[in-house]
């Protein structure tokens, strides 16, 4: 992966909410001629019941450009029994991200 963009603007932004949610974003912009590269992840925590284990829905919503043309977009949804899955989840779809914007 080359780019001249610095690894800060490349990293990850995680948001804890309160009871164990958080948000995971992103925005990258190559240069002055492309359009901003979008992506959020959202993860809502559901505790356990008498019928169900908990479960941690995680959605991603993301536009990948390249210039001005779009060339991916995801909009994907799970369910996972940890954070630590959820999370591990996330980071997998931003690297393909990645991949495509750069």
Same mark, same amino acid.
């Given at each position: 992966? @080359?780019?001249?963009?610095?690894? #800060?603007?490349?990293?990850? !932004?995680?948001?804890? @909410? %309160?009871?164990?949610?958080?948000? =995971?974003?992103? /925005?990258? &912009?190559?240069?002055?001629? =492309?359009?901003?590269?979008?992506?959020?992840?959202?993860?809502?925590?559901?505790?356990? /019941? #008498? !019928?169900?284990?908990?479960?941690?829905?995680?959605?991603?919503?993301? %536009?990948?450009? *390249?210039? /001005?043309? &779009?060339? &991916?977009?995801?909009?994907?949804?799970?369910?996972?029994?940890?954070?630590?899955?959820?999370? &591990?989840?996330?980071? !997998? *779809?931003?690297?393909?991200?990645?991949?495509? *914007?750069?």
């Amino acid at each position: 992966m @080359k780019t001249t963009l610095p690894k #800060k603007k490349l990293k990850l !932004q995680i948001i804890k @909410k %309160e009871n164990k949610a958080f948000d =995971c974003f992103a /925005t990258i &912009k190559k240069d002055a001629y =492309c359009m901003p590269s979008k992506f959020y992840a959202t993860t809502v925590f559901y505790p356990k /019941t #008498k !019928q169900e284990t908990q479960t941690f829905l995680t959605t991603i919503d993301a %536009e990948a450009y *390249v210039g /001005t043309e &779009k060339a &991916k977009e995801f909009y994907l949804t799970d369910e996972f029994d940890t954070a630590r899955d959820a999370l &591990k989840w996330i980071k !997998q *779809v931003y690297k393909e991200f990645l991949e495509i *914007v750069l």
